[in-house]
């Protein structure tokens, strides 16, 4: 073979390549033309003569009427092999039968090549600037190339309208059987986007939306009040992340309780529509479902009180129930049924209280947990109207028959809890519920708790007279300690008995308050002091001996200081006496001292009382004649200082024998016979006359 002939050969081929270049430039001009007419069937023989390029899809999608039909590019979305095949059609040939379909075609592409060439570059460079407004998406790989050609598509065309991308729906229906990712972003953004644009009347594009944060998502379309919460969840949010997988990112940075406060009903009624339709659109991502509850059930309990405000009780606890009984809360260390069960308990003893207090209380420490137990078995005693529902209260208090992980107290044991409310009834003196509470727990009240209780209400009486509370529920208290040990608070009973004896009669405390059952205390050291005191304030009670000595003897067992059976010693007797013989002389009642003083004499022990011996025989009333001593009277006096010289201390017997002396000049002053002082002459003499006869007889004989 000749060198010429090769060198012609490579000549022909070359002009031939010039040619279908030629050919091709004027094929892509024909398709910017046809794309521009959206002329389906003749840009589908093309996009099959081209095999789907890349350019070509630029410059149809670039120049092909945003409004006009979508189905009419359906063809770009259809795999090549479903084609009648072009691809092997001569170029010229298709150039030729395009031509024929409209002649004014012809002088828009027969021109020299280096213009045919020019305008196809122009073309193309056109078509490829106007697609790079659609940035790559990274969110999601697409499984085709028609998936993601689709979606550039969308993205130009809504550039012009929000209309038009649903309009896509008969064409991508087709591609999403193939490709799954396609699917996940036409429901994960296109659908959303639309339906939230269109309820908003808001402008944003699918390529803005595109690139926005998650985060921001989320607030968007929660935040921008609608009237249909549920719509917003099944159309919006929830397609949203999971087609976006984003079910991570709005668990943990926007399910929060500052993003869910409850403050109002709509962001309540979001709350509850979330709850409901979270775990139904997406099965897949079950592993997130356990957070999600959880996480919500803590929303629910932090702001479940600013939610109360706006809303009821009733549609807080319908929500908590659509969570399991059996998620935790947060991660706080109880369940939804704790919450439940706490909500509950704020209708009845604990009402007032928000379920975040409950919680609290249970958290706190012994001491504060006591506190609050006190403060609440009080409030449910302070008036016990019916008595069942006080129990139940109670029951509920006491949590007796609940699991621990319910227990609000539970720091403080059941003993403990029984024994506060046991005080409290003793406190309130309530001892008919006392005893059926008792009886109800089976609980033995200690010993140092009745006395306690017997004391408080001993020392708060107001008076010791038999009817007023204070006394009544105290013997009470006795009662049921006698019951426990006899011997042991036996005085307690004594000291009720002689507490209203002592208030039968008046008393002159005498310092601006009144006399109380707790002064009586005072003179635990001292009984004789408060027989003193009895003496000193009632004038006539120095008559009666054995009604003093009486309370004296109880006194003493009150106190104490002797035991029952032990009180009645002639040593008790005599002081005593000597009291009463004191006020009888202040009450200038010289018979019943002179009585008394003389079986006084009788009695063994007297020494130290000499003084108030010597006092009846230095006694002198001023309503006497002349205050001189009835005669008579002498003679009683001598008698008694007599017998009181052989008792008295030695150096106390010159005084006692002066005024014997004294008494005995003053008798030889006086005329028997004619005795202006003589007792016969007063309306007194008959009261002491057989005395006065006998003594005189005895002193006169010398007996």
């Given at each position: 073979m000749s060198s010429k002939y090769v060198k012609?050969?490579?000549?022909?081929?070359?002009?031939?390549?010039?040619?279908?270049?030629?050919?091709?430039?004027?094929?892509?001009?024909?398709?910017?033309?046809?794309?521009?007419?959206?002329?389906?069937?003749?840009?589908?023989?093309?996009?099959?003569?081209?095999?789907?390029?890349?350019?070509?899809?630029?410059?149809?999608?670039?120049?092909?009427?945003?409004?006009?039909?979508?189905?009419?590019?359906?063809?770009?979305?259809?795999?090549?092999?479903?084609?009648?095949?072009?691809?092997?059609?001569?170029?010229?040939?298709?150039?030729?039968?395009?031509?024929?379909?409209?002649?004014?075609?012809?002088?828009?592409?027969?021109?020299?090549?280096?213009?045919?060439?020019?305008r196809r570059h122009a073309i193309s460079k056109h078509a490829a600037e106007y697609m790079q407004q659609v940035t790559p998406y990274d969110r999601i790989k697409f499984s085709t190339s028609r998936g993601e050609r689709l979606r550039k598509r969308l993205i130009t065309s809504n550039e012009l309208s929000d209309q038009i991308p649903m309009q896509y729906h008969p064409v991508w229906k087709v591609i999403i059987m193939e490709?799954?990712?396609?699917?996940?972003?036409?429901?994960?953004?296109?659908?959303?986007?639309?339906?939230?644009?269109?309820?908003?009347?808001?402008?944003?594009?699918?390529?803005?939306?595109e690139n926005m944060d998650p985060l921001s998502v989320f607030d968007m379309f929660l935040n921008t009040v609608d009237e249909n919460p549920d719509a917003i969840l099944r159309k919006e949010l929830l397609p949203y992340i999971t087609n976006g997988d984003h079910h991570e990112r709005f668990l943990t940075s926007f399910l929060t309780t500052k993003n869910f406060p409850l403050n109002s009903n709509y962001n309540f009624e979001i709350f509850d529509q979330l709850i409901m339709n979270f775990g139904t659109r997406d099965q897949e991502n079950h592993n997130f479902m356990e957070q999600f509850r959880c996480q919500c059930a803590y929303i629910a309990f932090i702001n479940g009180p600013n939610y109360l405000k706006v809303g009821t009780k009733f549609r807080l606890n319908q929500v908590l129930s659509r969570v399991s009984e059996q998620t935790s809360v947060g991660n706080i260390g109880i369940t939804v049924a704790t919450l439940l069960n706490y909500s509950k308990l704020t209708d009845t003893i604990f009402r007032g209280y928000q379920i975040n207090d409950l919680y609290n209380i249970s958290q706190d420490d012994e001491a504060m947990q006591e506190s609050h137990f006190t403060l609440l078995?009080?409030?449910?005693?302070?008036?016990?109207?019916?008595?069942?529902?006080?129990?139940?209260?109670?029951?509920?208090?006491?949590?007796?028959?609940?699991?621990s992980n319910h227990a609000i107290f539970s720091r403080l044991s059941k003993q403990r809890k029984l024994s506060?409310?046991?005080?409290?009834?003793?406190?309130?003196?309530?001892?008919?519920?006392?005893?059926?509470?008792?009886?109800?727990?089976?609980?033995?009240?200690?010993?140092?708790?009745?006395?306690?209780?017997f004391w408080h209400f001993f020392n708060i009486a107001s008076s010791g007279q038999r009817y007023k509370k204070g006394l009544v529920n105290a013997e009470k208290l006795v009662k049921l300690l006698l019951e426990e040990n006899p011997s042991k608070y036996r005085h307690l009973e004594v000291l009720l008995d002689v507490t209203k004896d002592v208030f039968d009669y008046s008393i002159d405390w005498g310092r601006s308050v009144p006399f109380r059952p707790s002064h009586l205390l005072k003179f635990k050291e001292d009984p004789f002091g408060l027989i003193s005191l009895l003496l000193e304030s009632n004038r006539k009670l120095y008559k009666d001996i054995r009604t003093t000595y009486s309370i004296l003897q109880k006194l003493l067992v009150a106190f104490e200081i002797a035991k029952q059976g032990t009180t009645e010693t002639e040593e008790n007797l005599v002081k005593i006496v000597i009291l009463h013989?004191?006020?009888?002389?202040?009450?200038?009642?010289?018979?019943?001292?002179?009585?008394?003083?003389?079986?006084?004499?009788?009695?063994?022990?007297?020494?130290?009382?000499?003084?108030?011996?010597?006092?009846?025989?230095k006694f002198v009333d001023p309503n006497w004649l002349d205050e001189e001593t009835p005669t008579e009277i002498i003679f009683l006096q001598l008698e008694i200082l007599g017998e009181l010289l052989e008792i008295c201390p030695v150096n106390e017997v010159e005084a006692v024998a002066s005024q014997w002396s004294a008494l005995e000049l003053e008798l030889l002053t006086r005329d028997l016979i004619k005795d202006p002082y003589s007792l016969e002459k007063s309306s007194s003499f008959g009261l002491i006359q057989n005395g006065v006869s006998n003594t005189i007889a005895s002193f006169l004989s010398g007996t």
């Open positions: 012609n050969k490579s000549i022909e081929e070359k002009k031939k390549k010039i040619k279908n270049n030629m050919i091709e430039d004027q094929l892509i001009l024909l398709t910017a033309i046809f794309s521009a007419r959206a002329d389906s069937t003749n840009c589908k023989s093309l996009w099959s003569f081209f095999h789907g390029s890349d350019e070509l899809f630029d410059i149809i999608c670039s120049l092909w009427p945003e409004l006009d039909d979508p189905t009419k590019l359906q063809f770009l979305f259809t795999p090549l092999e479903k084609f009648s095949s072009t691809d092997n059609k001569n170029p010229q040939a298709l150039l030729v039968e395009l031509l024929e379909t409209d002649e004014q075609l012809i002088p828009m592409v027969e021109m020299d090549s280096d213009t045919i060439s020019q490709d799954d990712q396609l699917s996940k972003w036409i429901k994960g953004i296109v659908e959303p986007l639309y339906h939230f644009n269109k309820r908003s009347n808001n402008l944003i594009k699918i390529k803005e939306f078995s009080r409030k449910c005693l302070e008036t016990v109207t019916n008595e069942e529902t006080t129990i139940r209260e109670l029951k509920e208090l006491l949590n007796d028959d609940k699991t506060i409310i046991i005080e409290i009834l003793l406190e309130f003196g309530n001892f008919s519920f006392l005893h059926e509470f008792i009886a109800t727990y089976q609980y033995k009240v200690n010993e140092d708790v009745l006395e306690k209780y013989i004191d006020h009888s002389l202040v009450n200038m009642d010289f018979q019943f001292a002179y009585e008394n003083t003389k079986d006084l004499l009788k009695k063994k022990k007297i020494d130290d009382y000499w003084p108030t011996i010597l006092q009846v025989g």
